[in-house]
């Protein structure tokens, strides 16, 4: 349970073309310190040599002094300085094996970020002004800091569409666990419904992407017919293939996000099942759909948003038979195909909805686990804990 929470509040900002150039510098400096910094780190791998955050630091120090890389000197070092701590921490999980050997960072493909200290910024009555700037930034306060609020770090980004973010890390007073209730909820994520609910509740799938297919679809194909290079033509469609995927995005965080925290605020329990969706999306049938509905998106919501609010998130194991377990008596079907979405038990005669039925027996199991242990492994709590219940075939003895 989370008691002091750092909040990141994002906002739009308007640069003028003095700072649209200068951070565009920036978040060219950060790429290539960081590719840098890789690559150095990388060659002494392969000669068995271990390189941390201070040797690419003083690094860092030699590259400034040289004629070639004189024009790092033109920037903010501070963003420099957290490129190679982003780094270190990427190396840090890589070695922990939370995550895969760092990448490069491609011009055209990685964000383009950079993220300014303390000591780089000044945020004076609601004005935020960046180092190597005069100005402070036309920021759009969309929503009030929390009172008395003092950024703690401040990362300036440009997505693909062109918009320019600001995000300013706080501490929120406001963050406190809720009053305890009784209420829990099974939650059975689909395709027809985005969320199935244990009470019964359906919730609909609004299908972001495909409301925008057709103008995503020619806005793809106009940019396919432009001429491949830097043109400003092909720039153009580029930029707006990416305003309908960010339009898209936006949709769909905007409806996770009011769903989530109204599961949250009504449940003290929230059951969910452990689903390898980076593995379900290799079926090219529904990779489309899968991606739309956008499953991890949520639980990542769910956990962090019951963590701020003292409610617990149990998932249970991705092979527990949700679907076709009898929530009555407890009987198991031989088979349950995806297009069957109504049944009815064999033993005791009760008709199912699938989803519903699914809900409620996640909900009983992760019950069971949190409650007495059921008797099975124990329940997965965070994303890289055990899962809440494991269906095995029971050894006989000989």
């Keep these: 349970m989370a008691t002091g929470v750092k909040r990141a509040f994002k906002y739009r900002f308007y640069p003028t073309d003095a700072q649209a150039a200068e951070l565009s510098r920036t978040f ?16 002494a791998w392969a000669r068995q040599e271990r390189v941390n955050y201070n040797q ?32 270190q921490a990427a190396f840090a999980n890589f070695f922990a094996k939370r995550a895969k050997y760092p990448r490069f960072k491609a011009k055209k493909t990685s964000r383009a970020s950079a993220e300014y200290t303390s000591s780089a910024f000044r945020f ?11 100005d402070p930034l036309d920021i759009v306060w969309s929503r009030p800091l929390p009172e008395g609020a003092t950024p703690s770090t401040v990362t300036v980004s440009r997505d693909s569409a062109g918009r320019w973010f600001v995000s300013l890390l706080c501490e929120d007073p406001r963050v406190k666990p809720l009053a305890a209730v009784d209420a829990a909820v099974g939650i059975d994520v689909g395709l027809n419904h ?61 409806v996770l996000h009011k769903l989530t925290t109204r599961l949250v605020r009504e449940n003290q ?25 956008a499953w991890s ?12 609010y003292g409610r617990e998130v149990i998932a249970v194991d991705r092979f527990f038979p949700s679907s076709k377990l009898c929530s009555a008596c407890g009987s198991l079907s ?64 000989p």
């Design 56 to 87: 690419t630091s003083a690094l860092l120090t030699a590259w400034k002094k040289t004629e070639e890389l004189a024009y790092l000197n033109e920037v903010s070092s501070v963003p420099l300085q957290q490129a190679l701590r982003h780094l």
């Design 297 to 308: 998106q949520f639980r990542s919501m769910l956990e962090y948003k019951a963590d701020w």
């Design 124 to 134: 004076r009555d609601g004005q935020l002004t960046l180092a190597k700037m005069a």
């Design 28 to 43: 060219g400096c950060v790429r290539k310190v960081y590719n840098m910094a890789l690559a150095a780190r990388t060659e």
């Design 269 to 293: 329990t929230l059951v969910i099942e452990d689903l390898t969706v980076r593995n379900m999306v290799k079926n090219r049938s529904l990779a489309r759909a899968i991606s739309d509905a």
């Design 334 to 397: 031989e088979a349950m195909p995806l297009h069957v979405r109504s049944w009815t038990c064999g033993s005791c005669g009760t008709a199912h909805d699938r989803d519903v039925n699914a809900a409620e027996n996640l909900l009983a199991a992760g019950l069971a686990v949190s409650v007495c242990g059921a008797g099975v492994r124990p329940q997965r709590r965070t994303p890289g804990g055990q899962s809440a219940v494991k269906q095995k075939t029971p050894r006989r003895e």
């Design 194 to 254: 985005l969320l199935t609910l244990s009470t019964g509740e359906k919730i609909a799938n609004p299908r972001h992407e495909r409301r925008d297919r057709e103008r995503l679809a020619k806005a793809q194909r106009e940019l396919s017919r432009k001429a491949k290079g830097e043109g400003a033509n092909r720039q153009k469609a580029r930029q707006k293939v990416a305003k309908i995927h960010a339009r898209i995005a936006d949709r769909r965080r905007d």
